[in-house]
Nanobody, 120 residues
Framework: QVQLVESGGGLVQAGGSLRLSCAAS????????MGWYRRAPGKQRELVAS???????NYVDSVKGRFTISRDNAKNMVYLQMNNVTPDDTGVYYC??????????????WGQGTQVTVSS
């Protein structure tokens, strides 16, 4: 079992930067792929960035070149560095985890979410 707690959200102006953090508890963190989801107003939740237990990353096209996901296994932390943000990046951001050995199970562990609001 992995418990996740996000922090770092807030209000930022367009063109600015924000860093989200996700603290994970549980002994199996290193066996988890991790992801950051976003639920924008009026839209479905989408996976914006993911990182495997081995460190491989993937991004949705709309954030490529602007967002960077990283993890620190020694600290049980996952980060999302958001640069050059736009109002379209506004939403609730959720940290999520899934077992590397069972990707078909999907993301089973979820944080409570942190609000990011980008003003124009």
């Amino acid at each position: 079992q992995v418990q996740l707690v996000e922090s770092g959200g807030g209000l930022v102006q367009a063109g600015g930067s924000l860093r989200l953090s996700c603290a994970a508890s549980g002994s199996i963190f290193r066996s988890n792929d991790m992801g950051w989801y976003r639920r924008a107003p009026g839209k479905q939740r989408e996976l914006v960035a993911s990182i495997t237990s081995g460190g491989s990353t993937n991004y949705v096209d709309s954030v490529k070149g602007r967002f960077t996901i990283s993890r620190d296994n020694a600290k049980n932390m996952v980060y999302l560095q958001m640069n050059n943000v736009t109002p379209d990046d506004t939403g609730v951001y959720y940290c999520a985890g899934r077992l590397t050995s069972r990707p078909s199970d999907g993301f089973l562990y979820w944080g409570q979410g942190t609000q990011v609001t980008v003003s124009s």
